[in-house]
Antibody, heavy 122, light 109 residues
């Protein structure tokens, strides 16, 4: 069973930094690309960042580009999100998500953690 | 940039009724790249449909997906009490790498 457990969410002041972690288990972590998705209060889901299984390909949403950094440690089955220069609008629940790509079948997010809450406020 | 527009924003229905949710893309999307998710209040989203029409593991057959090009549909044939939730469509592959629709809330009438 896929298990993804996020941690690191906290209350932080605008301009501050946080590092989110995601511990993965129940699958071969180093064969899957991973994603961070967030859900701000009263809003819809927003994709934040993507990292391929070997970390060769990384991508960010424009809203976080230059401020957030995604990384992974396959030896530790862990995914990370370094969040700098945090803004009030970054307040959200952050989900660690497994991405599955099966050519000619589907490209989809098939495993979600329970999320960790980041609150940016003075 | 591909934009996904979901309609209606809110669907008020009774248990046992049929729900039809629409997801319209601003540009053509490969069916392989279109998925649907269900999110209940306070919970993480759950994959329902991938490849526009394939049900994920454990998803009841009252959920079905269809469509191609720019128009996709999620249908719930007979609403069960546990189906009242928010539903999102999502595409992969075009800038930005992933896009979600704004969501459709299915509420009890």
């Amino acid at each position: 069973e896929v298990q993804l457990v996020e941690s690191g969410g906290d209350l932080v002041q605008p301009g501050g930094s946080l590092r989110l972690s995601c511990a993965a288990s129940g699958f071969t972590f180093n064969t899957y690309s991973m994603i961070w998705v967030r859900h701000a209060p009263g809003k819809g889901l927003e994709w934040i960042s993507y990292i391929s299984n070997t970390s060769n390909t990384i991508s960010y949403a424009d809203s976080v580009k230059g401020r957030f950094t995604i990384s992974r440690d396959n030896a530790k089955n862990s995914l990370y999100l370094q969040m700098n220069s945090l803004r009030v609008e970054d307040t959200a629940v952050y989900y660690c998500v497994r991405f599955r790509a099966v050519r000619e079948v589907g490209y989809y997010m098939d495993g979600w953690g329970k999320g960790t809450t980041v609150t940016v406020s003075s | 940039e591909i934009v996904l527009t979901q309609s209606p924003g809110t669907l008020s229905l009774s248990p046992g009724e049929r729900a039809t949710l629409s997801c319209r893309a601003s540009q053509s999307v490969s069916s392989t790249y279109l998925a649907w998710y269900q999110q209940k209040t306070g919970q993480a989203p759950r994959l329902l449909i991938y490849g526009a029409s394939s049900r994920a593991t454990g998803i009841p057959d009252r959920f079905s997906g269809s469509g191609s090009g720019t128009d996709f549909t999620l249908t719930i044939s007979r609403l069960e009490p546990e189906d009242f939730a928010v539903y999102y469509c999502q595409q992969y592959g075009s800038s930005p790498l992933f896009t979600f629709g704004g969501g459709t809330k299915v509420e009890i009438k």
